[in-house]
């Protein structure tokens, strides 16, 4: 028995040496990711493969005149088909591909597989980012992101281009409804909790696009011509709030160039700034074909090119090549690109269903769309409804529109129209009247020419309805809702004349409708269900409501069900300004910009534009803080919002009335009404305004206080520190906080506090200062 024991062992031993000598060298000595240090995994690589790994693939769109995908991209399959681009992947050292998928309202990726026919990937249509913000509830964008999370999770994606923050600098920015808000503490405060929602799945984000890019017009060659102080304030403030509270794993670049760089070749906004200062630990990528020099936007610190294009692989390699970039930058920019995929699913194997739990984020997506919606109007209290028989009119009554198209746009299984959600909750539609509009709604469609891969759909008229219908259905129903929907997506700004303003046809049928249920003594409520901020002064006395449901998702019907019912009490506030008219807003005169007559152009694709330049001469005057400040009236602040109940606030009390380092500033809330509900409580601080013109206020801290029923309260709690006080200050390239009286506002309390000498908060460095002189507006 012994014998054979050892003659056992012997075998295996025997064995083992075999094997050994017998496999090829590299098989153990190449070091493997995650097993062997990164740097000796870079040490390891030949110059082509750190190439191949800062330079993306796939790309699939097919799409004339944009650059061929490499020949590798057309060979191996996608592992997500629908996704907006992976990474390559280099076997032999143990490194995977990631897949990077859109966007802020959902993952977007195909719903059908050409090599599975059987199965469907529908992704959930969550709100758009304009929704969540309306909310002004940090946790309602964490849930969302929780939610969208699991999604990227489940079906095998490592990162998740979102969220998107730029500013809502005009109304009229096509991209608007994917970013948040004309607030850049809005937008870097929900940025930071959606984040974190996502990554809470290991999964990672993007949030994008860095910076200064509030339009879509020739977006790819177009200079934001910015000063510095307006840059740091306002359009940078935000990533550095997401930056700082978050740790996304990536930021993506803009397209645009800052006072005459690229973004994504700027080492001051790459590097100085954003790790040097901020302290960014990620990954930067480009936003897709953007910039024009690869080896600078490695040198910059831009460390993978998506979506990745053959010449750029040659002229990284050139540069190397003749020395203009160095193997010591690629490594920095390879071992950024290996961290991350260190912490990838891709990486750890992680087995994913293909089968999201699409129930649970429905009810996300319903409960956090009622969350953001915003009520105008509610004269006579004519908003809760009790279920009845509603004469249900608009295109988008009964053709909602969830969410916005491009990038931003998802592949969702279903929508709940308004007359769907109306109907779920008891109430009675006219269905011959429904008939009638989805035929005209089909035939419509059917009539419009096709639309370009992620482009934007021609929106269809609205549909005429004659006086003697409308005073028959007024008659028989208990009241009118009517929608006026707004298609918004990508690549396009939106214009004034019947978009900002209403069209014809709707301005016949809103007044026609208001006229024959008025006659009757019958109620007209409005829903807005847009994007962004549209004219409402000149029709919103003919009508007794008026709810922004904003684009809600793909449970829209439900969600505004539920706030027009008063399931939900409404507690949404506007983050952008509805102006009066749209020469009110403070860019009116210089967005979108102008084309250069004559200049080379720095890019040439089919979707590159002209080069051109963007003046942002209103400098730090964006929304509120320019209405305010110049006493220009608007149609609703920024702010607004109504409740079915009332909030009264107690007096504010201050830690101390002289400010150190930090204030702490709190205050009761009260619900004075009847009904149960939530208030945003809002502080604003007005600045000495001695050294600079500084807007009549700004918001530095705001919550929502939880579902207070008739007669509780709850305190508010909020910290001031330096830099809620403090200016930045071009000279010196500084946060500064000037002597004197800072008043506090919160609602009508208020309070102040003092500084006694000049407080320098943070010390900067002078960056992507505009190299022509800008003339920018100031204050009165
Ligand atoms: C958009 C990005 C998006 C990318 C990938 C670009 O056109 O600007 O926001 O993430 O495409 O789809």
């Known amino acids: ?33 995650g097993k062997a240090s990164v740097k000796d995994v870079i040490r390891a690589m030949t110059r082509e493969e750190k190439v191949t790994l800062v330079v993306g693939m796939g790309f699939t769109a097919d799409i004339p005149g944009l650059p061929e995908p490499s020949e590798e991209d057309k060979k191996v399959p996608q592992k997500v088909p629908g996704a907006a681009g992976r990474t390559h992947a280099i076997p032999r050292l143990g490194i995977p591909s990631l897949t990077l998928s859109d966007g802020p309202a959902g993952v977007r990726i195909d719903p059908v597989r050409k090599n599975d026919p059987s199965k469907t990937y529908y992704a959930t249509g969550f709100p758009i980012a304009t929704l969540l913000a309306s909310s002004w509830d940090t946790e309602v964008a964490n849930r969302v992101g929780i939610a969208m999370g699991r999604e990227v999770r489940d079906f095998g994606i490592d990162i998740l281009l979102a969220p998107a923050l730029n500013i809502q600098r005009n109304p009229l920015g096509g991209r608007n409804f994917e970013y948040y808000s004309e607030d850049p503490l809005i937008a870097g405060k929900m940025a930071a909790a959606f984040v974190k929602g996502v990554q809470t799945n290991g999964v990672g984000t993007s949030i994008k696009h860095f910076a200064v890019n509030s339009q879509e017009f020739n977006r790819m060659q177009s200079n934001s011509v910015i000063g510095e102080r307006a840059l740091r304030e306002i359009y940078l403030k935000g990533f550095e709030i997401a930056v700082k509270e978050s740790q996304p794993w990536t930021v993506m670049s803009s397209y645009n160039l800052v006072n005459g760089t690229y973004t994504s070749q ?97 009810r996300v997506t319903r409960e956090t769309a009622a969350e953001g919606m915003v009520l105008l109007k509610n004269d006579n209290n004519v908003l809760p409804l009790a279920a009845s028989k509603v004469a249900l009119f608009g295109n988008a009554s009964y053709d909602l529109i969830a969410g916005g198209t491009g990038s931003g746009d998802v592949n969702k299984k279903y929508i709940v129209s308004l007359d769907q959600g109306l109907t779920a909750s008891g109430f009675t539609i006219d269905d011959e009247f429904k ?41 028989t129903s208990a009241l009118a809702v009517l929608t006026l929907g707004r298609n918004t997506g990508e690549f396009v700004d939106r214009k004034v004349e019947d978009d900002f303003m209403l069209t014809l046809a709707e301005t016949t049928l809103l007044e026609s409708v208001s006229e024959a249920f008025h006659a009757k003594g019958k109620k007209v409520i409005v829903v807005l269900n847009v994007g962004g901020p549209i004219e409402t002064t000149s029709w919103r006395d003919k009508v007794d409501a008026v709810l922004v449901s904003w684009l809600p998702g793909q449970e829209g019907g439900h969600a505004i069900t539920d706030v027009l019912t008063g399931k939900v009490n409404p507690s949404g506030k506007l983050a952008t300004t509805f102006p ?14 102008r084309e250069i007559p004559g200049a080379t152009p720095l890019i040439v694709n089919p979707f590159a534009g002209k080069p051109a330049e963007a003046l942002y001469d209103e400098g730090i005057f964006v929304g509120y803080r320019y209405y305010e400040t110049f006493g220009v009236k608007t149609a609703y602040p920024f702010g607004y919002g109504l409740s079915y109940t009332n ?10 009335r002289k400010f150190q380092d930090k204030v702490i500033v709190s205050v009761a809330v009260t619900n004075s009404g009847k009904t149960p509900g939530k208030e945003v409580v809002q502080l604003y601080v007005s600045a000495p305004g001695k050294k600079w013109k500084n807007p009549e206020s700004e918001l530095r801290a705001f919550a929502k206080t939880r579902l207070l029923k008739p007669g509780e309260s709850q305190v508010m709690r909020f910290t001031l520190t330096g830099r809620d006080l403090a200016s930045f200050d071009v000279k010196s390239s500084s946060w500064i906080a000037e002597s004197g009286s800072y008043v506090i506002k919160v609602g009508a309390s208020t309070g102040k506090i003092e500084l006694e000498k000049d407080l320098l908060v943070e010390k900067s460095r002078k960056l992507l200062a505009p190299t022509s002189e800008l003339k920018e507006l100031e204050s009165r």
Not at 15 to 21: A, D, K, P, Q, Y
Not at 297 to 312: F, I
Not at 452 to 460: D, E, S, V
């Open 435 to 475: 008939q009638t509009y989805m035929q005209f709604i089909t035939d419509q469609k059917a009539k419009r020419p096709p639309t370009a891969p992620f482009m934007m759909p021609a929106p269809i008229a609205e549909m005429p309805v004659a006086m003697e219908r409308l005073q028959q259905l007024a008659g």
């Open 266 to 362: 700027s080492t001051d906004l790459l590097t100085t700034l954003l790790r040097d200062e901020w302290g960014f630990k990620g990954l930067v990528m480009s936003d897709w074909f953007g910039g024009n020099d690869a080896a600078t936007q490695l040198r910059a610190g831009n460390d993978l090119l998506m979506p990745g294009v053959v010449a750029q692989t040659a002229a990284i390699l050139k540069a190397l090549n003749d020395g203009s970039l160095t193997d010591e930058q690629l490594n920095k920019n390879v071992e950024r690109v290996l961290n991350v995929i260190l912490e990838s699913p891709a990486f750890k194997s992680n087995n994913y269903s293909n089968q999201p739990d699409l129930t649970a984020s429905a």
């Open 580 to 593: 009066v008219f749209y020469t009110d807003v403070p860019s009116a005169k210089t967005f979108p910009g």
């Open 647 to 656: 909030f009264s606030y107690g007096d504010l009390k201050l830690s101390s």
């Open 1 to 33: 028995m012994l014998k054979r024991n050892s003659l056992v062992k012997w075998a295996i031993a025997a064995t083992i040496i075999l094997v050994t000598l017998q496999a090829p060298k590299t098989q153990t000595k190449t070091p493997q990711l």
